[in-house]
T-cell receptor, first 111, second 117 residues
C-alpha cells in the first residue's frame, strides 16, 4: 500500500465549478500535511498547509481527519488557471522533515 | 517567499558521463536539503537527505556511489550522477528546509531535466 494515495483523475470541470480532491495516508504517526500544486514540467509549489481544525485560503479549503487518515482539498469557483496537478503531501518523519508525495490528481478546468 | 535555485535547468549528455547538479538557497541558510526524482507522470520520490557538514542519508534502493551528494555549505548542495545511463533520465528536484523563527517549510528548486542519450 502506498504511503499517500490519491485519485489520479483527471478531473475535467467547467469554469466556476466546485471540485474536491481526496487523499489518504497510511502512517498514523504523520504530523504535517500539505497540498502542493505542480504545473506541467515545473517544480511543486506549496498551495497550503492542512490543519486539524480545517483551514481556508480564498477559494481553497483544506480539511484533515486524523481518525480516518484522510485529507481533502476543495476548490470553489474554479478558474482556468487552476488547471494543474494537485499533490497531497505528508511529513511522517518529524526529525528529517522529508516529505512523502502522493502521485497527484490532475485538474483541467475548461472554458 | 524564500528562493531556491538549481543549475543547470536542463542537461543532455552521453551515456557514461557524469553530471553535476547544484542546488542553492538564495536568501536563507539550509542545514537540510532534499533531492527528489520524478519520472514522467509519476510522483516525486525522495532520493536522499543532504545534511550540511555530514554524510547524506539515502533512501532504500538509491545507490550512494552513483548519486554523490555534497553539502559543503549552508546554501549549497550538489548531486552528481556518475556514469549516467539512459534509465537515469528524469526530472531532478531539490528542496531546502527553511527552519527559522516561526517557520519550518521546504522550498523547491525549479528542477533539472536530465536526458541521457
Amino acid at each position: 500500500r502506498k504511503e499517500v494515495e490519491q485519485d489520479p483523475g483527471p478531473f475535467n470541470v467547467p469554469e466556476g465549478a466546485t471540485v474536491a480532491f481526496n487523499c489518504t495516508y497510511s502512517n498514523s504517526a504523520s504530523q504535517s500535511f500539505f497540498w502542493y500544486r505542480q504545473d506541467c514540467r515545473k517544480e511543486p509549489k506549496l498551495l497550503m498547509s492542512v490543519y486539524s481544525s480545517g483551514n481556508e485560503d480564498g477559494r481553497f479549503t483544506a480539511q484533515l481527519n486524523r481518525a480516518s487518515q484522510y485529507i481533502s482539498l476543495l476548490i470553489r469557483d474554479s478558474k482556468l488557471s487552476d488547471s494543474a496537478t494537485y499533490l497531497c503531501v505528508v511529513n511522517s518523519d518529524t526529525g528529517r522533515r522529508a516529505l512523502t508525495f502522493g502521485s497527484g490528481t490532475r485538474l483541467q478546468v475548461q472554458p | 517567499g524564500a528562493v531556491v535555485s538549481q543549475h543547470p535547468s536542463r542537461v543532455i549528455c552521453k551515456s557514461g558521463t557524469s553530471v553535476k547538479i547544484e542546488c542553492r538557497s538564495l536568501d536563507f541558510q539550509a542545514t537540510t536539503m532534499f533531492w527528489y526524482r520524478q519520472f514522467p507522470k509519476k510522483s516525486l520520490m525522495l532520493m536522499a537527505t543532504s545534511n550540511e557538514g555530514s554524510k547524506a542519508t539515502y533512501e532504500q534502493g538509491v545507490e550512494k556511489d552513483k548519486f554523490l551528494i555534497n553539502h559543503a555549505s549552508l546554501t549549497l548542495s550538489t548531486l552528481t550522477v556518475t556514469s549516467a545511463h539512459p534509465e537515469d533520465s528524469s526530472f531532478y528536484i531539490c528542496s531546502a528546509r527553511h527552519n527559522g523563527r516561526g517557520t519550518d517549510t521546504q522550498y523547491f528548486g525549479p528542477g533539472t531535466r536530465l536526458t541521457v542519450l
